[in-house]
């Protein structure tokens, strides 16, 4: 492991700090497969040493351990001061690609950024980010991604005592939008433009050899934020808390606190309990990026003109974008969910009716998706029409459906296996979580976490040993709030 090429940056950046020592960790989970793509090979320790590595007591050589600074606006209100409060920055890693992929780990103790929190994480949401964050990639989603999990043998307050956990995190980098925010609003122009060149030669090299390498970098994160949403649509993935300090400038997928993937399909659907107002509803997520781009933008203006309505001018275009790129976007997944290969006008049209219609008829998102592809290759014989409450408003948009997919070239059974590998069997569904982790904060049972885990790895692929977890949950078992971490 190197030490983060991010602590080579000036002090104000950061604070140099180490993990908190832990009583007894152990090993819930390492990635291997991860690992491999790391070139980091578990094997060459014990389970006492690697569990010594994931938890933060023994430091692997040469690293500099930071916390990193931050602010952020939190459901719209800007709060100055952040940062890593229970996270620390420990080294970086190069991938089989050569790429340097951050190695943070989360819940190893305070921090000064840490304000009245203790710094740690409890044992549910570790296991949470680890699978959710695992099935995002699995979904071809990118992600931050989890490389382990262990027990500290120390436990947590939280409303109760709970079993302590630390998740060894890697991402493409950890700065977010709320990076930028942070030097902004100390008037810290040389701050920006230091951050936003570690950002351009980290993620958006071409930005560099642009006549305006600012706007090219605005340009650039705008066009990864509005493809990571339609990703997240398309699957009905609801993050819950889109603050600008869960934005990453990278393009990931990054914090999985109150997050949820929707069952029955619902525009308006909330699952975050800090969300009581729906800021963050499914529906409501393109436009939250779409504000938060913005606050991106406002940080940026210094370094794209110096004279203001010009910078204002030109980062308003680029912004303004975000909207048709979200869009198409979007529409090029529905049509590949739909199983459609060519574009014609009324595609859009077709695709938002058939949300509409699994909206007022109470249908499962994942399985009328995976569904529709049954009924591509055989419309007598297909199971969709159980997903809606009244199943002549499928037959009915279902027609039109036909006729659209009568002009497409390839045959009916190619588009549907095409269809299968967009369309997900599995998803990480709220009722299997919650009793997962039930099962392993009061029982001490993992069995249901490796179940999930490896169900959720190949969510594309029908696993007959694992068709319950394809089930919707009853309504006894209906979770309709989930809650953050901290």
């Known amino acids: 492991m190197n030490p983060s090429s991010y602590a080579t940056l000036p002090e104000r950046f950061f604070a140099r700090v180490a993990p908190t020592r832990v009583a007894a960790p152990a090993i819930v989970k390492i990635n291997h497969a991860l690992a491999a793509e790391l070139n980091f090979t578990p094997a060459e320790l014990d389970a006492d040493g690697l569990a010594g590595v994931f938890c933060g007591n023994v430091l692997p050589p040469h690293t500099a351990p930071i916390a990193m600074a931050y602010a952020g606006h939190q459901f719209g209100h800007f709060v100055p001061q952040l940062g890593d409060g229970r996270a620390i920055l420990i080294g970086e890693m190069r991938d089989q690609a050569d790429v340097p992929r951050d190695i943070h780990l989360k819940g190893c103790g305070r921090t000064p950024y840490s304000r009245s929190g203790d710094g740690r994480a409890a044992l549910g949401p570790v296991l949470r980010e680890y699978l959710v964050s695992e099935a995002m990639h699995a979904l071809r989603i990118p992600t931050t991604r989890s490389l382990a999990a262990v027990t500290t043998g120390e436990t947590v307050q939280r409303e109760v005592a709970l079993p302590g956990a630390i998740l060894t995190r890697v991402a493409a980098s950890h700065v977010r939008v709320g990076t930028f925010e942070y030097f902004a609003a100390r008037g810290d122009a040389s701050g920006i433009k230091v951050l936003a060149d570690y950002v351009i030669d980290r993620h958006y090299p071409s930005a560099r050899e642009a006549a305006a390498p600012y706007l090219a970098l605005l340009t650039q994160v705008v066009a990864r934020q509005a493809s990571l949403i339609a990703q997240?649509?398309?699957?009905?993935?609801?993050?819950?808390?889109?603050?600008?300090?869960?934005?990453a400038v990278s393009g990931e997928t990054i914090d999985f606190g109150p997050c949820a993937f929707m069952d029955a399909f619902d525009p308006a659907a909330v699952f975050s309990s800090i969300d009581e107002r729906g800021r963050y509803a499914y529906a409501n997520q393109p436009h939250?990026?779409?504000?938060?781009?913005?606050?991106?933008?406002?940080?940026?203006?210094?370094?794209?003109?110096?004279?203001?309505?010009?910078?204002?001018?030109?980062?308003?275009?680029?912004?303004?974008?975000?909207?048709?790129?979200f869009a198409e976007c979007w529409l090029t997944g529905m049509r590949l969910k739909l199983g459609l290969s060519t574009a014609e006008t009324e595609d859009r049209r077709l695709a938002e009716d058939f949300l509409g219609a699994m909206h007022r008829n109470q249908a499962d998102f994942t399985l009328t998706f995976r569904g529709l592809c049954d009924a591509l290759e055989d419309p007598g014989a297909a199971r969709i029409r159980d997903c809606f409450a009244d199943a002549r408003v499928f037959d009915d948009w279902a027609?039109?459906?036909?006729?659209?997919?009568?002009?497409?070239?390839?045959?009916p059974s190619s588009r549907a296996e095409s269809m299968r590998r967009v369309n997900p069997a599995y998803i990480p569904r709220n009722h299997r979580i919650e009793q997962m982790i039930a099962a392993a904060v009061e029982q001490g049972d993992f069995a249901p976490f490796e179940h999930l885990s490896a169900v959720l790895s190949k969510p594309y692929q029908e696993q007959a040993s694992f068709a319950r977890y394809a089930a919707p949950p009853e309504p006894s078992e209906r979770v309709l709030q989930t809650f953050c971490g901290t």
């Open 232 to 247: 997240w649509m398309n699957v009905g993935f609801i993050h819950g808390v889109m603050n600008t300090d869960n934005m």
């Open 288 to 325: 939250a990026a779409a504000w938060n781009l913005a606050r991106f933008a406002e940080c940026l203006l210094p370094l794209i003109d110096a004279e203001p309505q010009r910078a204002i001018g030109a980062a308003t275009e680029i912004v303004s974008g975000f909207a048709a790129l």
């Open 399 to 411: 027609q039109r459906w036909q006729a659209r997919s009568a002009r497409e070239i390839s045959p």
